[in-house]
């Protein structure tokens, strides 16, 4: 097992839990997982695939996904296949061959394809050892995103009585993972809880108020890193990336109203790191297995909370950093609502409003976010300050609120319990709308005597005190207010209540940790792998994670087996992309700041850094195009560079950029004119000769005046 895991997939050591998940999967033992994304879930059934014989099924629901994860099992030297729509029956024709010469050990299907006839007189004739059924918590009807055909897979177990099956999900109540181990009809299984903690994660709720000039404050600190947007309409999703896109973001739209192509084009460009933001809709899982993505923002409030949590875990895959942000606003809530009310089953409707009155306690709670998710999902929190959360980071200010919850429960008993939260306000404020005066409550003790507080304040009150269990809610389509025992021990003066004092809620941004990384050659590092997945058509990440990079950034490896002993660096990896990483390193090691070879009468001074590293990639062979690529800079912008380098004598010839005949034009047009201003030596020449054929002219005349004169 060591061996395997050291060999294919580059870990010296297993996570927690994963060691004896195999072992129990390598005893063919039926098997239930439940471990957070980006836990290791994928190795529980990967890695004993490769010890076991025979062809292992997993089954997925998303096409989208397939291609990524057999990629990235094939970069390990595995020998992994899928079987779906989007291949030509000639390309099925020959996995399906694959399989029947015992050529393939690891199979990925989604659950339509699974149980066709074919798929199942394939794998009849096929020697299946295991069955994994991923993302599993889709096969039951009290899941966020449950899947009606995942039910069929419970048939497998009558068709192959004797192949153990391992059902795995990040995302689970307690309700669900008991109807997923009874449709599945695992039998004497063992059932793993990792636990629903991501330590990575910064959570933050932020007041919807000025929402896109907060989200462009946010993103301009996080330029050039990836990141997902969540939004509930298309609509909304088309005309934010569209204001992203004039801000000079590289965003791209992801929903179902975009073509097929359209669709997987632009996600193709996410995964590839030729966009840094996708801009999505909540209701279309984008079914990605990025892992370098450093920010999940939600625009809109998503609908419950373990579609909240689900989609936050599609941050951080590789154990680095990533902030979680939602912008919350009580319109949001409102529009779900209506939704929810169109629903045909009160049974629907139930459900779904208690899903969303978890998401807005989430909100609103003044307690700490990881606590509330964990506790939601059943699990007991390590503390009560989780140190990566708003509320933890910069606790609310609080206050004697006994007088406030006093009036606020004296309202709602003289209103007889029989009135939700904005009449019961609207009562205490002193107002005088149209329900207000036709029930003549105008008249009772209560009108007015809390106007010292804004309806927003007193509506925080009576959330919290909610939360608290000060006080209660009964009813699920038209939920009023009640009182409860705590609620009498208030209003007889025998409890005092603390609550969060009314504040202008502020962003917080987590704060920056420190890292011994050395940022120069993780950038480097970062473009050799662009470079490298470009040409085998692959996502960078496919190549190595950012966390590997950073590690090989810290550690300077030197020689191939400090390289393999880089996390995540396995003997197929080494192999293919060892030498080209160990000569970046050495690369880096070995640069020194250029000095600038023209006269201080020049003016230039130094080389910056960014042009020393366009000086590299010109050096290593590169054209301009390729070096913008490289460092995905425009070619205006490396132009810029090269003019600075040629004044600064590291480039002795322009000859390659522009032939010699127009050199000597434009030489002639800069000694009538002058060099100072491109317009006149532009019109002097004509359309003939290009501006950025000027630039480098001009600079190669500055460099021979420099030297000259030394």
């Not at 996995?95 to 393939?104: C, E």
């Amino acid at each position: 097992m060591h061996q395997t895991l050291q060999k294919y997939f580059g870990y010296t050591e297993f996570r927690a839990l994963q060691e004896d998940i195999i072992k129990d999967v390598l005893d063919k033992k039926d098997t239930f997982v439940l471990m957070p994304t980006g836990g290791g879930k994928s190795l529980c059934f990967q890695l004993p695939a490769l010890l076991m014989e025979g062809l292992t099924v997993v089954i997925s629901p998303l096409i989208s996904l397939m291609k990524d994860q057999v990629d990235s099992l094939r970069s390990n030297g595995i020998a992994a296949a899928y079987l779906n729509s989007t291949q030509s029956p000639h390309e099925a024709s020959e996995i399906t061959s694959a399989i029947l010469d015992n050529q393939i050990k690891i199979l990925y299907v989604a659950p339509e394809r699974l149980l066709m006839s074919q798929t199942l007189g394939l794998l009849n004739q096929a020697k299946v050892s295991l069955f994994a059924v991923d993302e599993a918590h889709c096969i039951s009807e009290w899941g966020h995103d449950f899947r009606p055909e995942y039910r069929r897979i419970k048939t497998l177990r009558s068709r192959f009585p004797q192949v153990p099956i391992i059902a795995l999900t990040a995302t689970a109540t307690t309700k669900v993972q008991e109807d997923i181990t009874t449709q599945l009809n695992l039998t004497g299984y063992n059932t793993y809880v990792a636990g629903f903690d991501r330590p990575n994660l910064f959570y933050q709720v932020w007041p919807k108020k000025d929402a896109y000039s907060q989200l462009l404050g946010f993103l301009k600190k996080q330029r050039g890193t990836s990141g997902i947007i969540y939004c509930q309409s298309r609509n909304t999703v088309d005309t934010l990336t569209a204001k992203l896109q004039r801000s000079g973001f590289r965003a791209l739209p992801y929903h179902a109203g975009l073509s097929d192509i359209q669709r997987a084009k632009n996600q193709e460009c996410f995964i590839k790191d030729d966009t840094d933001i996708i801009v999505a809709t909540i209701a279309f899982g984008m079914g990605i297995d990025k892992p370098n993505v450093r920010f999940v923002i939600h625009y809109d409030l998503p609908k419950n909370l373990e579609g909240y949590y689900q989609e936050t875990g599609r941050g951080g895959r590789d154990g680095l950093k990533c902030d979680c942000i939602l912008f919350f606003s009580h319109g949001d809530r409102y529009k779900i609502e209506y939704f929810i009310n169109k629903k045909n089953s009160r049974k629907e409707q139930d459900i779904a409003m208690a899903q969303l009155r978890a998401m807005t306690n989430y909100c609103e709670s003044s307690s700490c976010r990881r606590e509330l998710l964990l506790s939601y999902f059943g699990e007991e929190p390590a503390g009560k300050n989780c140190g990566k959360c708003d509320v933890c980071i910069s606790p609310r200010e609080n206050f004697d609120g006994t007088a406030a919850a006093q009036k606020l429960l004296a309202c709602i008993g003289e209103l007889d319990q029989r009135f939700g939260m904005n009449h019961v306000i609207d009562v205490l404020i002193g107002s005088k709308n149209k329900k207000i005066t036709a029930k003549r409550h105008q008249l009772l003790k209560s009108h007015g005597c809390g106007a010292e507080y804004s309806k927003p304040q007193w509506q925080a009150f009576a959330r919290e005190m909610i939360q608290l269990g000060l006080l209660s809610v009964e009813g699920a389509r038209y939920p009023v207010l009640t009182l409860n025992r705590d609620s009498r021990e208030i209003l007889d003066g025998h409890c005092a209540v603390t609550l969060v004092k009314p504040a202008e809620e502020v962003a917080v941004i987590r704060p920056q940790e420190n890292t011994s990384v050395e940022t120069k050659l993780f950038d480097r590092l970062k473009r050799l792998r662009k470079t490298l997945a470009d040409r085998k058509n692959l996502p960078p990440y496919i190549i190595f994670s950012d966390s590997s990079l950073n590690e090989m950034a810290s550690k300077i490896p030197r020689t191939h087996q400090e390289f393999l002993d880089i996390t995540g660096v396995g003997e197929n990896k080494m192999i293919k992309y060892g030498d080209a990483f160990l000569a970046e390193i050495a690369s880096h090691i070995q640069v020194k700041p250029v000095q600038s070879k023209s006269s201080p009468k020049a003016g230039q001074g130094s080389l910056s850094a960014t042009q020393q590293e366009t000086l590299g990639l010109y050096r290593q062979g590169q054209t301009i195009q390729q070096i913008a690529n490289t460092r995905n800079l425009s070619a205006s912008t490396i132009i810029a560079h090269i003019e600075k380098l040629v004044m600064a004598g590291e480039i002795d010839s322009i000859d390659e950029w522009v032939d010699t005949q127009k050199q000597q034009a434009i030489k002639n047009a800069i000694s009538d004119v002058g060099h100072e201003y491109l317009s006149p030596i532009k019109e002097k020449l004509g359309d003939d000769c290009l501006y950025n054929e000027i630039k480098l002219v001009r600079a190669a005349v500055m460099a021979e005046a420099a030297f000259s004169s030394v």
